[in-house]
């Protein structure tokens, strides 16, 4: 056995004995544990400048304490932790945390790190300033469960910064056609949620919406991004059969195209959202 013993959660289980990942979870820690390699330096999401634009829109006090959740090669809780705050970078995958721990060294940045599942954090009430979620929730199996999470661990007057790929109502061509290439892409994809869910859920747990935008994103070529996943050659074959019969809502919304070069590349739509905590 591993690091996860029997799916256990190691780093919330030393907390809370016994939690175990659902299948969806477990699916995602199996997928990053193998791929962790892929998202460090040189992977799209280095380029932070979404974070930066979106933290403008969030007061924190000197020496704030932030919670980067399902932090992956670490990108967004580094930069946090340049900026002088107290990061905990949160996973659930073993791999993944180990190697951003390595990338905060590297760069001379003290980080805590805490394995756990974003469903169930393994924090009290109140602990955070800022808890920031960056391309990762359409992996979580219970999204709705982690924005009560977020506010839970929140102190009265703390953000929630949330970036990720999102779809817009009332597209469900384009919505179906998305959900099935990410799936076959990497099998841990679960579902983008559309801009207004993640406001409602917001707003049920008591997060007020500061700002809210739907941001394009470029998937810049389709074979970097199946590398990246290590798609299985079935796999790949059945996403390039559905960009070459993608519906019309699809192509008008996601931009599909290929390039002279042969790379195919798409926008998606990226949410970049910040709550306060009332
Ligand atoms: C694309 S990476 C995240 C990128 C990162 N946030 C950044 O800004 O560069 C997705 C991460 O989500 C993590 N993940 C997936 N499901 C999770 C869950 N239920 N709880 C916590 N982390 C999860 C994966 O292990 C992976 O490291």
């Known amino acids: 056995m591993g690091a996860r013993d029997g799916f ?117 009430e109140g602990e955070f300033d800022l808890v920031t979620c960056r391309v990762a929730p359409h992996h979580f199996s219970d999204a709705r469960g982690f924005v009560r999470e977020v506010a839970r661990v929140l102190k009265r007057g703390g953000s929630f910064l949330l970036i990720d790929g999102s779809i817009e109502d009332g597209k469900p061509e384009a919505e179906a056609w998305l959900h099935n290439v990410e799936k076959w892409r990497d099998p841990s994809h679960h579902r983008l949620w559309s801009q207004r869910t993640w406001e409602t859920w917001c707003a049920e747990s008591g997060l007020a919406v500061k700002s809210s935008e739907l941001q394009p994103m470029l998937q810049p070529d389709l074979e970097w991004y199946f590398e990246t996943a290590a798609t299985s050659p079935e796999n790949r074959a059945k996403v390039l059969e559905a960009v070459r019969t993608a519906p019309e809502e699809a192509r008008a919304l996601l931009r599909i195209s290929e390039a002279a070069d042969g790379k195919i590349s798409w926008w998606w739509q990226r949410l970049v959202l910040v709550a306060q905590k009332g």
């Not at 340049?82 to 060294?105: C, E, F, K, P, Q």
């Open 8 to 124: 256990a959660l190691a780093g919330a289980g030393a907390q809370f004995p016994g939690v175990k990942l659902d299948p969806i979870q477990a699916a995602s820690a199996a997928q990053f544990d193998r791929r962790s390699h892929r998202y460090g330096k040189g992977h799209i999401l280095e380029q932070t400048a979404d974070i930066e634009g979106a933290l403008r829109h969030v007061e924190l006090p000197a020496g704030a304490r932030a919670l980067d959740v399902a932090t992956g090669g670490g990108h967004t809780g580094l930069l946090l932790a340049v900026r002088g705050y107290r990061v905990t970078l949160g996973d659930i995958s073993t791999n993944m945390l180990t190697r951003a721990a390595a990338l905060a060294a590297e760069r001379g940045l003290k980080v805590e790190t805490r394995e756990f599942a974003a469903e169930a954090m393994p924090f009290g």
